[in-house]
C-alpha cells in the first residue's frame, strides 16, 4: 500500500513538473509568437485617430514598445509573476477587467454545453446499453455520426440562417440556447463514441458473463460493472474534452456574435493589443493544462493498472 | 442470416475476414475482381469523394460563368442563368462554388502533408534520439495541444503576414500535434514486437530503426489519421477565411464565400447556405472514409485514434 502510494506521487510530481514547464513554455512561445506579428498597436491607433509620427513615437516609447524584445520580455515576466497582466493597449484599462467582464459569458457557454454533452453523451450509452432494442441505440449512434461528420462551425453558420434569419426563433446576436445546443451535441457526440465502444467490448468480457449467471439484473450490470471499467477509458480523454469545449466555445461565439473571450481575443489579435491577446492565450493553455493534470492524476487514482507505466 | 452476405466478408462489414472452408486463394486467372463489401456509409464517402475531385479537376468548364466575373444583378435569386444566384458583388454562386471545391481541396490536403510530414518526422526522431529528444518534442506537442486551436492558427497567420502559405503552414503546425500522437502511440505498440528487437541486435541505429523499419509499419494508423486531419483542415481554413485572415481575396474558397455572405443573410441566405452544404457534404464524406479506414486499420480498437 505505501509502494502504491509513493508510485502515485512519485508520478503526479514528475506529471506537475511536466504541466509547469509546458505552461512555461506557453507563456515564452505567446510572447515571441506575438512580437512577430507585423505593425503594432501604435500603427492601429494612428491609422484610426490619425496621429502625427512624432505622437506614434511617443506613445511608442510610453507604451515601452521601443524597448529590444528580450528587455519587455524580462519586464512582463516580472509583472505576471507578480499577478499584474498589465493594461491593454488599446483601452487602457487592465486586461483582467476586460477579460473579466466577459469570462462569466464563456463560462456560461462553455458549461451548458459541456452538461448537455455530458449528460446526453454519458446518458445515451448506458440506456443503449439496458435496453439494447430500444430508440435509444439509435439515438446513441445518431448523435456520433453527427458529431464526427458535421463541424459546429457549419451548423452554427446553419443555425443562425434558419432559426434566427427565416424563422425569427431565436435572437441572431447574444443568443446563448443555439450555441450550447450545438456545442453540447457536439460534445455529446465525441464522449458518446468512446464509451460506446468501450461498453461494448466490456460486455463480452468473463466478468459480465460472471454477473449475468450470478442473475443480476441488466440494469445493474451496467451502471455498476460495465459504466465504471469504461468511464476508466473516457476519464483520459477529460483534458481532450475541455479544451474541445473550449475551443467550440470560441467558434461559436464568433459565429453567434456573442461577447466572450473569443470575440475578445480575435479582436485584440486584429488589434495588435499584446498585453491582451497573452493573457487571453495563457489563461486559456493553463486552464487546458491543469484540466489535463486533473484528468491523469484522477485516472491514476482511479485506474490501478496505469501506475504501472 | 448469414448466407444474406457474400462469402468473405463479416456480416457487419467491419473487417475483411477470409472464409475458413475456402483454400486460401492462389494467385492465378481464375480469381475475379469483387467490389469490396462496403457500409452503405463508406459507399456514399467513396461517391461524394469522388464527385468532389472530379468537380476539383474538370471544374472552371463545368460552369458557363467566370467566378471572378460581376453581373448587373446582386445577391440575386436562384434562376437558370445563374444556378445558385449571385453573390453581393453579382457573381455566379456556383462557379465561385466549384472553384471553391479545387481551392478548398488542395489546401486542405497540402496543409494536412505538411501536419503529417512535420508531426510524424518530429515524433520519430523524439522516439529515436532518447530521453531528451523525447521529452523536448513532446513537451512541444503537449504546448501545442494546450492551446485552443483557432486562436494558435489566428496569431499564426497573422504573425506570417495574412496569405497561402501562411495559412498552409498556420494549419500545417495546428494540426501537427495530433499526427505525432498517434505516431507515437504506434511506435510504442510496434516498438515492443520481436522485428524491432532484431533489427536491433542486427546493429541497426535508432534513427534506421525508426525510419525504415517501423515507419512503414505505421502508415495504417497514418494514413486514417490523415483522412480524420483534412476535413478539419478544410473547416479551420473556413474559419479562418470566416474572420477575414484566409487567402487573399480574389481566390473563392468556401470559408471567403461564408464570410462575405454572412453579411447578408437577410437579403441572400442561399448565398451563404451553398458554401455551407458543400462544407458539411465533404466532411461527412471524409469522416465516412476516415471511420472505415480506422476499422481496417484498427480493427481491435486499440483507441490510438480518436
Given at each position: ?235 483520459a480523454l477529460v483534458g481532450l474534452i475541455f479544451s ?58 482511479v485506474d490501478p493498472r496505469i501506475r504501472l507505466r | ?57 474538370v471544374g472552371p468548364w463545368i460552369s458557363i460563368h ?241
Amino acid at each position: 500500500m505505501m509502494a502504491q502510494l509513493r508510485g502515485i506521487s512519485l508520478g503526479i510530481a514528475a506529471e506537475v513538473l511536466r504541466s509547469f514547464a509546458i505552461a512555461v513554455g506557453i507563456v515564452v512561445l505567446t510572447f515571441f509568437l506575438l512580437r512577430m506579428i507585423p505593425g503594432d498597436v501604435v500603427d492601429v491607433i494612428g491609422l484610426e485617430g490619425a496621429l502625427t509620427y512624432e505622437q506614434q513615437a511617443n506613445l511608442r516609447a510610453e507604451m515601452g514598445l521601443t524597448r529590444s524584445w528580450g528587455e519587455q520580455f524580462w519586464l512582463w515576466l516580472g509583472m505576471i509573476a507578480g499577478g499584474d497582466f498589465g493594461l491593454s493597449s488599446r483601452f487602457a484599462i487592465p486586461v483582467t477587467q476586460l477579460i473579466g467582464a466577459v469570462l462569466g459569458s464563456t463560462i456560461t457557454l462553455g458549461l451548458s454545453a459541456l452538461t448537455i454533452g455530458i449528460c446526453l453523451g454519458i446518458g445515451l450509452p448506458v440506456l443503449a446499453a439496458i435496453y439494447p432494442r430500444s430508440a435509444f441505440v439509435w439515438l446513441a449512434e445518431a448523435i456520433t455520426i453527427w458529431s464526427i461528420t458535421v463541424p459546429t462551425f457549419s451548423t452554427g453558420i446553419a443555425a443562425v440562417v434558419v432559426f434566427a434569419v427565416w424563422l425569427g426563433m431565436i435572437p441572431a446576436i447574444g443568443n446563448l440556447s443555439a450555441p450550447a445546443l450545438i456545442l453540447g451535441i457536439d460534445i455529446a457526440g465525441s464522449i458518446a463514441k468512446i464509451l460506446r465502444e468501450d461498453m461494448k467490448e466490456i460486455e463480452s468480457a468473463d466478468f459480465i458473463r460472471t454477473a449475468r449467471a450470478k442473475g443480476l439484473s441488466r440494469t445493474r450490470i451496467v451502471l455498476a460493472h460495465i459504466l465504471p471499467n469504461a468511464m476508466t477509458v473516457t476519464l483520459a480523454l477529460v483534458g481532450l474534452i475541455f479544451s474541445n469545449v473550449l475551443t467550440g466555445a470560441i467558434t461559436m461565439e464568433i459565429v453567434f456574435g456573442r461577447p466572450g473571450i473569443g470575440t475578445l481575443a480575435l479582436q485584440a489579435i486584429k488589434g495588435r493589443d499584446y498585453p491582451l491577446v497573452q493573457t487571453i492565450i495563457i489563461w486559456l493553455g493553463i486552464a487546458v493544462i491543469i484540466a489535463n493534470l486533473v484528468a491523469d492524476i484522477a485516472q491514476r487514482f482511479v485506474d490501478p493498472r496505469i501506475r504501472l507505466r | 442470416m448469414r448466407a444474406l452476405y457474400p462469402p468473405g466478408s463479416d456480416p457487419d462489414g467491419r473487417a475483411f475476414v477470409l472464409d475458413e472452408s475456402e483454400d486460401r486463394p492462389v494467385a492465378g486467372p481464375t480469381r475475379r475482381f469483387r467490389f469490396p463489401h462496403l457500409r452503405l456509409g463508406t459507399w456514399l464517402g467513396v461517391v461524394i469523394m469522388g464527385a468532389a475531385l472530379a468537380i476539383a479537376c474538370v471544374g472552371p468548364w463545368i460552369s458557363i460563368h467566370d467566378p471572378n466575373d460581376f453581373s448587373s444583378t446582386v445577391n440575386a435569386a436562384p434562376s437558370d442563368i445563374h444556378w445558385l444566384g449571385t453573390d453581393d458583388l453579382g457573381q455566379d454562386v456556383f462557379a465561385r462554388l466549384i472553384v471553391g471545391t479545387r481551392l478548398s481541396l488542395v489546401l486542405g490536403t497540402v496543409a494536412a502533408l505538411v501536419a503529417l510530414l512535420a508531426g510524424t518526422l518530429a515524433a520519430l526522431f523524439g522516439m529515436a534520439s532518447g530521453r531528451i529528444g523525447n521529452l523536448l518534442v513532446f513537451g512541444i506537442v503537449d504546448l501545442i495541444r494546450a492551446l485552443p486551436g483557432v486562436l494558435f492558427a489566428l496569431a499564426l497567420v497573422v504573425a506570417i503576414e495574412p496569405g497561402t502559405t501562411s495559412v498552409v503552414l498556420a494549419l500545417g503546425l495546428a494540426f501537427a500535434p495530433d499526427f505525432a500522437r498517434i505516431t507515437r502511440a504506434s511506435y510504442l505498440q510496434e516498438a515492443a514486437r520481436p522485428y524491432v528487437a532484431a533489427a536491433f541486435v542486427f546493429g541497426a541505429s535508432p534513427v534506421r530503426i525508426a525510419l525504415v523499419h517501423i515507419l512503414p509499419n505505421i502508415t495504417g494508423a497514418l494514413v486514417t489519421q490523415f483522412a480524420i486531419i483534412l476535413p478539419r483542415c478544410i473547416v479551420l481554413e473556413a474559419v479562418l477565411s470566416f474572420l477575414g485572415l484566409g487567402v487573399s481575396p480574389e481566390y473563392a474558397t468556401w470559408g471567403r464565400m461564408i464570410a462575405s455572405a454572412s453579411s447578408y443573410t437577410e437579403e441572400a441566405p442561399h448565398v451563404l447556405l451553398a458554401p455551407i452544404v458543400a462544407l458539411s457534404v465533404l466532411t461527412f464524406a471524409f469522416a465516412m472514409i476516415g471511420d472505415e479506414l480506422r476499422r481496417r486499420f484498427d480493427p481491435a480498437r486499440r483507441r490510438i485514434m480518436t
